[in-house]
């Protein structure tokens, strides 16, 4: 027998769970635990779950906030950076609301620009990451800026990031990938469970 639920009570569902994870960051704030915030999937939260803190993505998808990032940033930066700015100087994303801590990175000229921004706001590290995987020094490169951000998040938390907890953290992340590729692989089955 095939459940198939109607599209407006999936999104009430949605609209539910974000509303919950907005709550428990707030229970994480209270406990004064640190939230660290990135927009990429370059951050390596690994270094952020080592320390206690709680890696967090910014929102960055509405058009609503376009129109006010773009009173500081120049119009013909992309869409997706002028959310992003726009969600953070509207206070109107929760997360970034209470983030003590912005990791960006340079993916693009554009996004440097708003992290320049964004540290008027929140402390905010960027990462230099290498243009290319062929070059023979991206991985120096990428290796020290990992060691970098490590440095800056001890500094900025007063916290010691142990191998043995990076390690931990690690091994946590992994058991995170291989679990939601294994979700993924539902779509692969000949009546597909996920669409």
Known sequence: MEIIKNLPEIFDEFEDKKKQSFLKVKEYKEKQIPIIGAYCSFFPREIAVAMGAIPVGLCSSANETVELAETVLPKNVCPLIKSSYGYAISDRCPYFHFADFVVGETTCDGKKKMYEYLAELRPTHVMQ??????????LELWKYEVLRLKKKL??????????????????????????????????LLPTPAVT
């Open 154 to 187: 001890e500094e900025t938390f007063g916290v010691e990031i142990t191998e043995e907890k990076l390690r931990a953290s690690i091994a946590l992340r992994n058991r995170m990938h291989a679990t939601m590729m294994r979700f993924y692989d539902l779509s």
């Open 129 to 138: 990451l290498p243009q290319t995987i062929d070059h023979p020094m991206s």
